[in-house]
């Protein structure tokens, strides 16, 4: 089947084109390369293209100006394209994400590769980039962690070669699912699950991490299983939101005996941790 790319110019172009990534990958969109002045979204042919982006933030965000134009990308293409588009991740010198097609030796720190199938999750995204660097902060690695959205599986893979011995990794997406057990043997993991579900997945566990990278919605929704589920002293790493959000954020997880370690801001994306009281 061919390919639908369609290319969104934004004006401004943050933090919104972010916000339209989050919310075409819920309509359809499967995959997204970031652009000097917007975004490339790309779709099978038979998505309500114009249905959605009626429906989308630029109907309703205030003062953004865009354009948008798409095209036929035939199918036997469409690895160009991402090869074209999709360049290293470096995380300062700790920690680099590459894709098959680059060259190992650009590289730094701690190395994972990923199959790229969309924005989210491969480290181009703010709030990614800042949840490894995160990971990497933590000076006694929990054992037990929970990726919970794991996407393409790239946080879960950093936990276990940060030293996790038992990941559980959720997501409620079956593709995305699909395509982070492919980067888990990509990247010769032993020590995590890959599990398709949402939060009932979860309950019953125990975890001295969780890592939750959605959105502020979301998060809320399940806070409190996150509280249950994690262990006295236990770590909660959260992102998907914008820092104007960080006090709500904050203050929200007060009631659920979450107190604030640290906080993180990447352009207008924000990261808390938290860790439980006793």
Known sequence: MDTIEVTIDLNPKDPWSEILIAELAENGFD??????????????????????????ILSRAPKVEYSIRSEVIPYQNWNAVWEANFKPVHIDDVASILAPFHDRALGKGVIVEIQPQMSFGTGHHETTWMMVKAMFAIKDFPSNVLDMGTGTGVLAIFAEKLGAGAILAVDNDEGSVQNALENGTRNETNNIEFVYGGINAVKGKKFGLIIANINKNILKEQMETY???????????????????????????????????NSYKKNEWAGIQFQKSN
Do not use: H, P, R
């Open 227 to 261: 509280c249950n589920i994690l262990e006295a002293d236990g770590v909660l790493l959260l992102s998907g939101f914008l820092c104007s959000d960080v006090d709500e954020m904050v203050e929200y997880a007060s009631s659920f005996d979450l107190s604030l370690l």
């Open 31 to 56: 995959s997204f390369v970031t652009t000097d002045s917007g975004i490339k979204a790309y779709a099978s042919e038979d998505i309500a293209i114009a249905s959605v982006l009626e429906q989308s």
